[in-house]
T-cell receptor, first 111, second 114 residues
Framework: DAKTTQPPSMDCAEGRAANLPCNHS???????VYWYRQIHSQGPQYIIH???NNETNEMASLIITEDRKSSTLILPHATLRDTAVYYC????????????FGTGTLLAVQP | GAGVSQSPSNKVTEKGKDVELRCDPI?????LYWYRQSLGQGLEFLIY????????KSGLPSDRFSAERTGGSVSTLTIQRTQQEDSAVYLC????????????FGPGTRLTVT
């Protein structure tokens, strides 16, 4: 699985968009980008994933650059409940089913 | 519907004792995973079960750790002769067939070895 690099922490004002970057410059052609988050004292929660097209669901949007070397998770209107550690994971879609979590980005949404 | 449940939520044990941690996955999910998270650390994969296939035990840190999954549902993680470095939150997750990327995590068991 490709290594991912994320900033250790970010702040965002409540109601504003939170844009969380992730670098995965060594990603291979069959590796997807997955995003999870972990709210304090809870288990991780799946958010979204993508291969090369931008994706959107009820939680967030995922923008993947054309060269696939980086991506951005967008929370369009951050709330205090979005304060969490956000993990970006690059993983092949084949037999490797375990998730390799890095250190993630601690997003602090400020009132 | 019901999510992944784990028991106990907290376990304090003395060094050298054996412990068993239980996980009830979401009904119908074919895959089950165990991870652990030590204080201030990221999540570490331990073991993975998929249907009737042989489990992927590549993440187990030592032979004191073992896990089984009975009837394709409930799983038990056993740690023998616990050590202080085993103290962590042990998280279980399950996922639907063909969607292993979408793992649903339980609340975890906080294990403290004194």
């Amino acid at each position: 699985d490709a290594k991912t690099t994320q900033p250790p922490s970010m702040d965002c004002a409540e109601g504003r968009a939170a844009n969380l970057p992730c670098n995965h410059s060594t990603i291979s052609g069959n590796e997807y980008v997955y995003w999870y988050r972990q709210i304090h004292s809870q288990g991780p929660q799946y958010i979204i994933h993508g291969l090369k097209n931008n994706e959107t669901n009820e939680m967030a949007s995922l923008i993947i650059t054309e060269d696939r070397k980086s991506s951005t998770l967008i929370l369009p209107h951050a709330t205090l409940r979005d304060t969490a550690v956000y993990y970006c994971i690059a993983r092949g879609g084949g037999a490797t089913n375990k998730l390799i979590f890095g250190t993630g980005t601690l997003l602090a949404v400020q009132p | 519907g019901a999510g992944v449940s784990q028991s106990p939520s907290n376990k304090v044990t003395e060094k050298g004792k054996d412990v068993e941690l239980r996980c009830d996955p979401i009904s119908g999910h074919t895959a089950l995973y165990w991870y652990r998270q030590s204080l201030g650390q990221g999540l570490e994969f331990l073991i993975y079960f998929q249907g009737n296939s042989a489990p992927d035990k590549s993440g187990l840190p030592s032979d004191r750790f073992s896990a089984e999954r009975t009837g394709g549902s409930v799983s038990t993680l056993t740690i023998q002769r616990t050590q202080q470095e085993d103290s962590a939150v042990y998280l279980c997750a399950s996922s639907p067939q063909f969607r292993s990327y979408e793992q649903y995590f339980g609340p975890g068991t906080r294990l403290t070895v004194t």
